[in-house]
């Protein structure tokens, strides 16, 4: 017998099969649905989020938030233009750090939202704003009863979706929030170092003390990094650079500036220390002579001005004394012996000790006849610096000898001369020797 008809066990499975495929339709339906509306609600989010950033950037303020269903929870003003609910017809969550809404963020500090966002802590939150989602329960604020945050301290907590909070509910919600610092960068003039640089400095002189300049916010403090010279400091308080720069040399550093409103900017400058050594100036000795007393002042430049004298070498010069103020003295009873003494002093600065110098000096002792008659006293021997020689100076001398003066300082041959009478080793002499090695040097007075 032919079946024209479906038997009811076929019926059955027939209409199992249509049953299987039209609720496995509709479930892929329900989540295609889902997922539109948390897709909605996020792009409707981040829109809000925007918005009151543009609001801030134009008002250097945030819109003041209102319960306008009189449910406790702070929403978004109708002033700002934007939609208010989510994607399940739910106003939008708003809130915004303290007096944000009333006082300029760019020029006064706010007490600001802590947040703990999936385990990282911040701390300078302006405003948050998000949406319940599709389970319809606040489970970011902290503030309710019970409270939905297992973190201590903070206003909103912020999980990874799905994660089941303190009051046992799997967290949906969708949230943005801004940093203070983001917010002002968006929108405040920008906070800047206008010092260009410093001033140059001169080793062992006090530097003059130089603060930094800044534009669009209040200084508050400093730090640095980089290297200093020894002596100067950087007043992190004031932001001042003052000190006494022991060192020479170039010394870079990048300083960090903050302003009352927490803001920073930092930049970079490089300080020039000049060298500033110590230096004997005393180049020349004048002449002494047999029998009487030499007193003479030498003279030194660099570091600080106050210096010490000391005497390295007499040169076998009994008694000879060099104070430390920097007087070179020999009694007269002392300079018995005519001749060209090299001795060598030492002046070093009075504060900073290890800055010193060290020079040979040349100190002629002519005999006392030679000082007789119409001369005047000349000039005296002249030196070089640490290890170096140099000549000594010119002098006066008897009338019969005070046409020329004398140094020793290289060997030459003196031909044909017309030196009539110069000053040798203290003596005078009218003739010389046209093939004699002399060591000395003819000056015109």
Not at 257 to 265: N, P, S, Y
Request: aromatic share 8%.
């Amino acid at each position: 017998m032919n079946k024209k008809a479906f038997s009811l066990i076929e019926l059955a499975f027939v209409l199992i099969i249509m049953g299987i495929i039209l609720t496995g339709g509709i479930s892929i339906f329900t989540l295609y649905v889902k997922s539109e509306k948390r897709k909605q609600t996020k792009d409707i989010v981040k829109t809000a989020c925007e918005a009151i950033k543009g609001y801030a950037k134009d008002k250097k303020i945030l819109p003041t938030p209102t319960d306008k269903n009189g449910d406790g929870f702070l929403e978004l003003p109708p002033d700002i233009g934007i939609q208010s609910k989510d994607a399940y017809n739910q106003f939008l969550v708003y809130n915004i750090a303290s007096d944000i809404d009333t006082s300029d963020f760019c020029q006064n500090p706010i007490a600001l939202i802590s947040l703990n966002d999936k385990g990282s802590r911040k701390e300078n939150v302006a405003f948050i704003v998000y949406s319940k989602s599709e389970n319809r329960t606040d489970d970011t604020d902290c503030s309710q009863t019970p409270s939905p945050c297992s973190v201590e301290d903070v206003s909103y907590q912020i999980r990874n979706p799905d994660e089941t909070t303190d009051t046992g509910k799997k967290y949906d919600d969708i949230v943005c929030y801004i940093d203070i610092n983001v917010l002002r960068e968006n929108s405040c003039p920008k906070f800047e170092i206008t010092t260009s640089s410093f001033p140059i400095g001169t080793q062992y002189l006090e530097y003059p003390p130089s603060s930094i300049n800044v534009v669009n916010g209040t200084l508050d403090s400093c730090s640095y990094s980089g290297d200093l010279p020894k002596g100067l400091d950087f007043d992190e308080s004031s932001c001042t650079l003052s000190g006494t720069p022991e060192e020479a040399g170039t010394f870079n550093i990048t300083i960090t500036a903050t302003d009352t409103i927490g803001r920073k900017t930092s930049k970079s400058f490089t300080i020039t220390i000049n060298p500033n050594p110590v230096k004997i100036e005393t180049n020349f000795l004048p002449y002494a002579y047999t029998g009487q007393d030499y007193t003479v002042a030498l003279s030194a430049s660099g570091a600080t001005g106050s210096y010490i004298w000391t005497l390295e070498s007499n040169g076998g010069l009994t008694d000879l004394n060099l104070s430390s103020d920097g007087v070179l003295s020999v009694s007269g009873e002392n300079l018995t012996t005519a001749g060209v003494y090299t001795i060598k002093v030492k002046v070093c600065d009075e504060k900073y000790n290890d800055e010193c110098s060290s020079k040979q000096l040349y100190l002629t002792v002519l005999s006392s006849s030679a000082s007789s008659g119409g001369g005047g006293s000349g000039g005296g021997g002249g030196g070089g610096g640490d290890g170096g020689s140099g000549g000594g100076g010119g002098g006066g001398g008897s009338s019969s000898c005070s046409s020329y003066q004398v140094t020793l300082i290289n060997s030459r041959y003196l031909n044909n001369t017309r030196i009539r009478s110069v000053l040798v080793d203290g003596q005078c002499r009218r003739s010389l020797s046209s093939r004699r090695r002399y060591n000395w040097q003819v000056n015109d007075p």
